[in-house]
């Protein structure tokens, strides 16, 4: 079992930038892979981000919604996941879930608001 702790959400303008900051309770480098999925209301909750740890490096996969915009990130010293958000858009409001696969079954954070305004 692995806890995880997000961080980081908030109120901001489009086209500003957040970083958020996901904490394991365990080293993640047993964790894979991680990811970022948003639940905006109303609607289902999608992927964002995903990073794959892989023998020689780390592969990381975004929908096409975020690509060049976001960007997703491991520092296995601090067991922590982060997902920098940049050129933020309305769109993007939602609460954003870190999520990570530990032998196969799937944890989840509680989330954290990203409110974009207009």
């Known amino acids: 079992q692995v806890q995880l702790v997000e961080s980081g959400g908030g109120l901001v303008q489009a086209g500003g930038s957040l970083r958020l900051s996901c904490a394991a309770s365990?080293?993640?480098?047993?964790?894979?892979?991680m990811g970022w999925y948003r639940q905006a209301p109303g609607k289902q909750r999608e992927r964002v981000a995903t990073s794959s740890r892989g023998a020689i490096s780390n592969y990381e996969n975004y929908v096409d919604s975020v690509k060049g915009r976001f960007a997703i990130s491991r520092d296995n010293d601090k067991n922590t996941l982060y997902l920098q958000l940049n050129s933020l858009k309305p769109e993007d409001t939602a609460v954003y879930y870190c999520?990570?696969?530990?032998?196969?079954?799937?944890?989840w954070g509680r989330g954290t608001q990203v409110t974009v305004s207009s």
């Open positions: 365990r080293s993640i480098g047993s964790l894979n892979p």
């Open positions: 999520s990570a696969n530990l032998f196969g079954s799937t944890c």
